[in-house]
């Protein structure tokens, strides 16, 4: 009948069913390989670390080099800047001392001339104080090596030994940096004073 022919698997349908689960075994995921298998190759690693190392390496001295670059262009702006700073503030010097060397050419009057150069000097000496440049003190005050040169020693039973006598050439500083060294004249005690051994020899 009908109904017995739907509730009976025939011949056809069997053979489905094997096939079906037959695949669904082939289909099953494979065994996870030895932990030996698994493992990275050492050479292959130890080269990709290498790789690594290099890139790291390069970028690194592509860095620095830049950075060198860009400190050595910074420092040569600073001094540059401060060189422009420095002529524009000791250019009106220059200025009153070119007008006052055109006026003493004219004048017959000696002290208007040395006026004329006081003042020029002391406005030389404002402009590097706004940048910082002081004078070296000299006459009276201690011979100091650290910023004074002694190009001669004279004795004298004046003045201390030790005391600056005369300035050959002024000295400057920038506010604890030494620009120049300032070249006196020192003070020695005169021979004979207080002197050990130089007394008149007693019979």
């Known amino acids: 009948m009908q109904g017995d022919s739907n509730s009976t698997n025939g011949p056809d349908e069997e053979q489905a069913i094997v096939d079906e689960g037959e695949a669904s075994e082939n289909d099953a995921p494979a065994a996870d390989p030895p932990p030996s298998a698994r493992a990275a190759?050492?050479?292959?690693?130890?080269?990709?670390?290498?790789?690594?190392?290099?890139?790291?390496?390069m970028r690194s001295a592509a860095d620095f080099d830049n950075f060198r670059k860009r400190a050595r262009k910074e420092v040569e702006e600073a001094r540059r800047n401060g060189r422009e700073d420095l002529l524009r503030a000791v250019l009106p010097v220059f200025d009153n001392?070119?007008?006052?060397i055109q006026s003493a050419l004219r004048s017959k009057d000696v002290k208007a001339v040395a006026d004329g150069l006081a003042m020029v000097q002391r406005q030389f000496v404002e402009a590097l104080g706004r940048e910082?440049?002081?004078?070296?003190?000299?006459v009276g005050h201690p011979f100091d090596p650290s910023v004074h040169e002694a190009i001669q020693q004279l004795e004298t039973s004046e003045h201390a030994p030790g005391t600056v006598l005369a300035e050959v050439q002024p000295g400057y500083m920038q506010g604890e940096r030494l620009m120049r060294a300032a070249m006196v004249v020192v003070a020695k005690p005169k021979e004979g004073d207080g002197a050990p051994g130089t007394g008149e020899a007693t019979s």
């Open 41 to 57: 190759d050492p050479l292959a690693q130890a080269q990709a670390d290498a790789v690594r190392m290099k890139d790291a390496w």
């Open 97 to 100: 001392l070119e007008r006052a």
């Open 132 to 138: 910082g440049i002081a004078r070296i003190p000299t």
